[in-house]
């Protein structure tokens, strides 16, 4: 009979747990047993996380500086994490974000190229430092947050949704390039999500609130929830892609609003 693999209590490891979905990932997965590595620019933030956490549910917890856009620090934050733990098993590439909302022909080359360096490159850099890692533990499951943006463009948004589909690309390909290894691989897709999001990308916190005025967004934790889901399932079993949206959310451009 085969050795099952799967760990008691994976390993898992967050880029962006300072806020939003990568924090509340964090908390679902830690009251789930999971030991974790939590990394972000704000560290103090997910320093403070990893020790209450730790000290809530009696895992153990690693917690460090990370800049996604930078492959030394990626790689020292996935090498530090597993060897801090003993391990790694789960990788949630979470940390991404959109800034500002501009037509292609009028957006400033900083400011694509910090969408393209982040929630591609970084997703790239974290897999890449962590596949080793994953095999030498023996089981996997990779995360990427994608986005409705990686499915449907919308006006303004060229950049970002270009983000959001080269993930798609990436997840796919590497799909077929891990099968036959016990590395499972889900991208979930969401829409509207109320947090810090809608801030970053407008630096306007009267303008982040218009975008889910009159609605109901998903939270943080209906994403969570699908993490905790897709990983708790067989072992035999993948789901590939999760696309969730608000119930008030049909598509990019069609979102019920009671005002
Ligand atoms: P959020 O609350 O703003 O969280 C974003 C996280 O990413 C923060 O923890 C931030 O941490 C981290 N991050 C950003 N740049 C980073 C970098 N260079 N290096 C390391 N960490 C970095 O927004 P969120 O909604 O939770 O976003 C999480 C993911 O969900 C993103 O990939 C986003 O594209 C995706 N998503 C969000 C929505 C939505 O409506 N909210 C919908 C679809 C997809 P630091 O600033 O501390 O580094």
């Known amino acids: 009979m085969e050795k099952p693999m ?26 789930n047993g999971c030991h974790l590595a939590l990394g972000a620019r704000r560290v103090n933030l997910v320093k403070e996380l990893g020790g209450e956490l730790a000290a809530q549910h009696g895992i153990q917890t690693f917690a460090s500086y990370v800049d996604v856009r930078d492959s030394a620090s990626v790689k020292s934050f996935v090498d530090d994490a597993a060897k801090a733990l003993g391990g790694l098993h789960v990788v949630v590439a979470n940390a ?22 982040t929630n591609v490159e970084g997703v790239i850099r974290t897999f890449q430092a962590a596949l080793p890692h994953i095999r030498k533990s023996g089981w996997g499951h990779l995360f990427t947050i994608g986005s409705v943006a990686g499915h449907n463009v919308y006006e303004n948004g060229g950049v970002y949704c270009a983000s959001k589909y080269a993930l798609r690309a990436l ?46 967004p998903l939270v943080a934790g209906d994403i969570a929830e699908c993490i905790r889901w897709a990983l708790a399932l067989p072992d035999h079993v993948n789901i590939d892609e999760i696309i969730i949206a608000p119930r008030d959310q049909a598509s990019v451009y069609k979102v019920h609003r009671k005002m």
């Open 6 to 31: 799967r760990p008691e209590h994976p390993i898992a490891l967050i880029t962006g747990a300072s806020s939003g979905i990568g924090e509340a990932t964090a908390r679902l997965l830690a009251a």
């Open 96 to 117: 991404g974000l959109a800034k500002r909302l501009d037509r292609v022909e009028a957006i400033s080359e900083e400011t694509w190229q910090l969408m393209l360096h």
């Open 171 to 216: 997840v796919q390909t590497l799909r077929i390039e891990l099968c036959g290894e016990p590395i499972r691989l889900t991208s979930v897709d969401p829409g509207l999500v109320e947090t810090n999001f809608s801030r970053v990308r407008l630096e306007d916190d009267a303008k982040a609130k218009a975008v889910y005025q009159g609605m109901t």
